[in-house]
């Protein structure tokens, strides 16, 4: 086992020997998740298998610019990182951990939050809640009110939009912005997170590669790899229409088919006029809000506006 630490005021601190691990843990694409104490601090401990060269040196990346990144107020905080069981330099597990925020991420926090209320079930009768914001809920046969008060949708969407500001200006573009990739605090701290896709601008353009989320992925990468740190502007503005409108949208991987490009060029049209719809019933209520999030949405990057201009926007609502 191999260990690396992260100095604060030289002191040494986060090896994985020294994390005392509780039952509560999480898997997925990404790997695993598992949470615990080193003493009396809460960490992550986040564990991914390496099995090839690229693997290695897309972990390599993450590493660098997640600790470059822990230097601002806008990612939970890298602690240490290292390598379990290497059978070889390309296969091994890889570990990150991470000061523990208690945070869920903003997807998460929309639907299981305190946001819904019912305005009638298929069927039923009207409640008499008059809608200013309505969401139908295919799974359970019911439209809802989405009603997240107006500051704390102002307050979210200026927290993420600092997140990104303060990675641009560092140099990087995420490519994988979504809100699962945004994690809020009870105390209402936004933070980023995920940055196994993230990479250097420049050397982002010089790979030419489709990455990120369908639904969420600006449509000039989906058509040929072209990227910009604007690029990450389009998928904000995703998650923005999110924010404000409650926007639960078709399933995002619905047209993540690599053998059926029809199917995609479809359903692609079919996504981007619902967003559209949405910005019309936004347009009527907020129309400044409406107004920047076609701009972040626009298909043509010089339409899109820099990220210090989309938080001077917020900050005037």
Known sequence: ????????????????????????????????????????????????????????????????IWESLSSTDVVPKLLGYG??????????????????????????????????EIIKKEGGKDTGVRSRYPVWSAEDQTMYEYTMSRKDKIEICKGMANCLYKMQKKGFVHRDIKGGNFIID???????????????VEKAKEENSVVGTPGYCDPLVEDDGWISKKSDHYSLGVVFLRVWTGFLGPEFDSYDNPDDLEINRKARKNLRNEFLDQLKNLEKKEPMVSELIRFMLSKELSSRIDMKDILDILKRL
């Open 1 to 64: 086992m191999m260990n690396h630490s992260l100095s604060n005021g030289g002191q040494k601190k986060a090896l994985y020997k020294d994390v005392e691990f509780g039952k509560k843990k999480r898997s997925g694409g990404y790997g695993s998740i598992k949470f615990g104490k080193i003493e009396d601090k809460r960490v992550v401990v986040k564990r991914c298998k390496i099995r090839s060269e690229t693997e290695h040196l897309d972990s390599e990346t993450e590493t660098g």
């Open 186 to 200: 009870k105390e209402g701290k936004v933070r980023l997170i995920d940055f196994g896709l993230s990479e250097d």
């Open 83 to 116: 390598k379990l069981n290497k059978k070889s330099e390309y296969h091994y597990t890889k570990y990150f951990i991470c000061e523990d925020n208690r945070a869920r991420d903003i997807d998460d926090y929309i639907e299981s939050g305190n946001f819904w």
